[in-house]
């Protein structure tokens, strides 16, 4: 899994790992939706906060950002 520089920024701020956001992408209890520009969105919960993984729909790959619950961090 490789993530853009903006989505390693987030991780930061979220204080988030690498490891957390593979798990939340492979894991079969999160919700998978698309969004308008045909991006990827996984959405679980991390440390019981929501958090979002959008990736590139073309490069499924790829963590584009990554999205908290309203500037709380996990």
Do not use: K, Y
Not at 6 to 23: G, K, M, P, Q, Y
Not at 36 to 63: K, Q, W, Y
Request: hydrophobic fraction near 40%; glycine fraction near 10%.
């Amino acid at each position: 899994m490789r993530f853009t520089r903006h989505a390693r920024n987030r991780l930061r701020f979220f204080r988030l790992s690498v490891d957390d956001i593979s798990a939340l992408v492979w894991a079969d209890a999160g919700w998978i939706s698309q969004d308008e520009s045909g991006n990827i969105e996984v959405t679980g919960f991390i440390r019981g906060h929501c958090v979002t993984a959008v990736l590139a729909g073309d490069e499924p790959d790829l963590v584009i950002t990554i999205i908290g619950e309203r500037g709380r961090r996990p």
